[in-house]
C-alpha cells in the first residue's frame, strides 16, 4: 500500500520533453541523462510519430532503463521523458512516468515535477464519482480531470484540470499532435524553454539538458505559463490568476546541478555565495576548509575564499555506488557513510578543520562524518551548513522525511552539536541565504523548509487533521488532549 499520509515529502523529479527535432526520443533520453541526478527510482519516454504515442518506462538508471533498439522504437519528432526520485517503498513500475493513457481525444502521455497539495482530496471526488486508479501518484488525478473535462480541445481541458489542482507543477503533455508544457502560478519547481538551431524546442527541468543536447537557452517557463506547440508554431498562455512567485531556494541549496541556470541564476554562483556569507556570519579559527562531496563543494570553496584558508578534498567520494550493497552485519560498524565517502588522514592528521555541507537533514550523515574525520587524526572538528536549518516537510515536491524525524524541528543547535560530535555547528541565518539576491528583502522564493510558512494551502493535510480531531472527539476528552499535544 501507497504511504498516503500527507505528513511526508513526496518525489522532486526530472522533466523534458521535444517538439520538432527529428529523433526525438534519443534528444529525450540524453536530457534525462542530463537530469539524472533530480530522480535514480525510474525513468521513462513517450514519443509520438504523428499517430500514435509510443512509450517505454522502467525501473532504476535512464542508461540501464534504455538501449537502442528500445530507443529506436521510440520514433517521431515529438517526445516528453520524466526521472522519478526514490520515496520510501513505492519503487513500483505503475508509478513511474511518463502516464500514457486513451480518453475521448484519443492518447495522451504526462511527466510531472512537483507534488499536488490536495491531490488525495481530489482523488477521492473523483472516486467516488466512479474513476479508477492505477497509481498512487497525485499526477493521475490529472490526468482523470483532463479525462473529464467539458472542452473540446487538448489544450482547454488542461487549463480547466490545471485550475483545480493546487501546489507545485512543472509539467510536459504529449499528444499524437501537440506537446503542453505547464508551470504553476507560483513557480515552484524550475522549468526551462530552449531552442535547436535548425528548428524545434526543447523544455527541460534545468538547463544542464540544454547544454547537452546543444540548445539555446531562450528563457524560463514563467509561473502560471502554458506553452502549446503544434506545427511550427509556439503559443503562450496565462489562464490562471496571477501570484507572488514562490521559487524554491532549495534547488539552489542543494537539489539542482551546479552547471545549470536555475531561475535566471548559475547555481554554482549562488552556493559560492552562501558559502561565502557562511564564513562572514560564523567563522572560527581553523586550518583548512573541507567540503562533503559533491553537494558541499561549491560553498566550501566559497568559505575558503572568504576565510582565507586552503580548501582541502579531505572527504573523497566514490563515485561508483550504486543504490544496494551487501551490509555486513555488524563485523564493520558505520559501513552505509564510509562506501560513499573516505576521509584522507593526511590531509586532516593535526588540523582543525571547518567542514562545510549544505544541509542537515536527519543528521545521520554529519554524525557519521564528523567521526570519520576524527579517527583520521583531525585536531578539532566545525560543522558549517551553507542553509539554515531544516525543520518542516515540503509539500511542494522535495523528498524530506516528517517534520518527527528532521533533526532541527525538536532539538536545539547545542543539541544537534552534542549528536554529531562537533567541537561547534553553525547554520547559514535566514537572511543571509537571501543575500546572493543583492535586495534586503525577501524574494519570491519559498523556504517552507526553514521557515515553516507554507505560501499554498495543504488541503490534503488539513483534510486529516480535522478528520483525526473528529475521531478523537467521538473517542472522548482524553484522546483529545493526546491529539493537542
Ligand atoms: P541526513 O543524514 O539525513 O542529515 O542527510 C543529510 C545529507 O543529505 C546532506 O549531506 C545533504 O546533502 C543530503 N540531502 C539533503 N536534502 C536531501 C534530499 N531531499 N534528498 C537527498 N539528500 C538530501
Known amino acids: 500500500m501507497a504511504d498516503t499520509s500527507p505528513d511526508r515529502f513526496h518525489e522532486e523529479c526530472g522533466v523534458v520533453g521535444i517538439y520538432g527535432r527529428a529523433e526525438a526520443a534519443n534528444l529525450a533520453y540524453l536530457g534525462l541523462y542530463a537530469l539524472q541526478h533530480r530522480g535514480q527510482e525510474g525513468a521513462g519516454i513517450a514519443s509520438s510519430d504523428g499517430n500514435v504515442l509510443i512509450s517505454h518506462r522502467g525501473l532504476g538508471l535512464v542508461a540501464d532503463i534504455f538501449d537502442e533498439e528500445i530507443v529506436r522504437r521510440l520514433s517521431g519528432e515529438a517526445a516528453i521523458g520524466h526521472n522519478r526520485y526514490s520515496t520510501a517503498g513505492q519503487t513500483l513500475l505503475r508509478n513511474t512516468q511518463p502516464f500514457v493513457v486513451e480518453y475521448a481525444l484519443g492518447s495522451l502521455a ?13 482523488r477521492k471526488q473523483l472516486e467516488a464519482k466512479g474513476s479508477i486508479f492505477q497509481s498512487n501518484v497525485d499526477t493521475e488525478v490529472l490526468v482523470h480531470l483532463i479525462a473529464r473535462a467539458e472542452h473540446s480541445t487538448l489544450l482547454e481541458r488542461t487549463i480547466s484540470a490545471l485550475s483545480q489542482v493546487e501546489g507545485a507543477y512543472s509539467l510536459a503533455f504529449l499528444s499524437p499532435h ?72 532549495f534547488e539552489y541549496i542543494y537539489f539542482a546541478r551546479p552547471d545549470s541556470r536555475v531561475f535566471g541564476r548559475n547555481v554554482y554562483a549562488v552556493r559560492k555565495e552562501l558559502g561565502r556569507q557562511l564564513a562572514r ?25 572568504q576565510a582565507r584558508l586552503p580548501f582541502e578534498m579531505g572527504l573523497i567520494r566514490n563515485h561508483y555506488v550504486g543504490r544496494t550493497f551487501i551490509e555486513p552485519t555488524d563485523s564493520i560498524r558505520h559501513f552505509g557513510v564510509k562506501v560513499k565517502l573516505n576521509a584522507q588522514r593526511d590531509v586532516l592528521e593535526g588540523k582543525r578543520v571547518i567542514v562545510v555541507d549544505d544541509s542537515i537533514v536527519r543528521g545521520t550523515t554529519s554524525k557519521k562524518i564528523v567521526r570519520m574525520i576524527r579517527a583520521a587524526g583531525a585536531a578539532e572538528v566545525h560543522m558549517r551548513i551553507s542553509a539554515p536549518p531544516t525543520i518542516s516537510p515540503c509539500y511542494y515536491g522535495v523528498d524530506t522525511p516528517t517534520h518527527g524525524e528532521l533533526i532541527a524541528n525538536n532539538h536545539s543547535l547545542d543539541e544537534i552539536r552534542d549528536f554529531m560530535g562537533a567541537d561547534s555547528l553553525a547554520y547559514l541565518s535566514e537572511e543571509g541565504m537571501y543575500a546572493f539576491t543583492g535586495t534586503g528583502n525577501k524574494p519570491g522564493f519559498c523556504d517552507a523548509c526553514f521557515t515553516g510558512v507554507y505560501p499554498v494551502e495543504i488541503t490534503d493535510e488539513a483534510e486529516t487533521r480535522q478528520m483525526r480531531l473528529f475521531q478523537a472527539l467521538e473517542r472522548g476528552p482524553k484522546r483529545l488532549r493526546l491529539v493537542k499535544e
Open 178 to 249: 501537440e506537446m503542453i508544457t505547464a508551470r504553476d502560478p507560483h513557480g515552484f519547481r524550475p522549468l526551462v524553454l530552449g531552442r535547436f538551431e535548425g528548428g524545434g524546442y526543447v523544455v527541460a527541468s534545468e538547463t544542464c539538458a540544454l547544454d547537452l543536447l546543444e540548445a539555446e537557452y531562450v528563457r524560463e517557463v514563467e509561473p502560471g505559463e502554458v506553452i502549446r506547440f503544434a506545427g511550427a508554431k509556439l503559443e503562450s498562455y496565462k489562464p490562471f490568476n496571477k501570484e507572488r512567485a514562490r521559487r524554491c531556494i
Open 281 to 305: 556570519e560564523s567563522h572560527k579559527p581553523a586550518d583548512i576548509v573541507v567540503p562533503v562531496p559533491d553537494s558541499g563543494v561549491p560553498a566550501a570553496l566559497g568559505y575558503a575564499e
Open 110 to 122: 504526462v511527466s510531472h515535477n512537483g507534488n499536488f497539495t490536495n491531490a488525495q482530496t481530489l
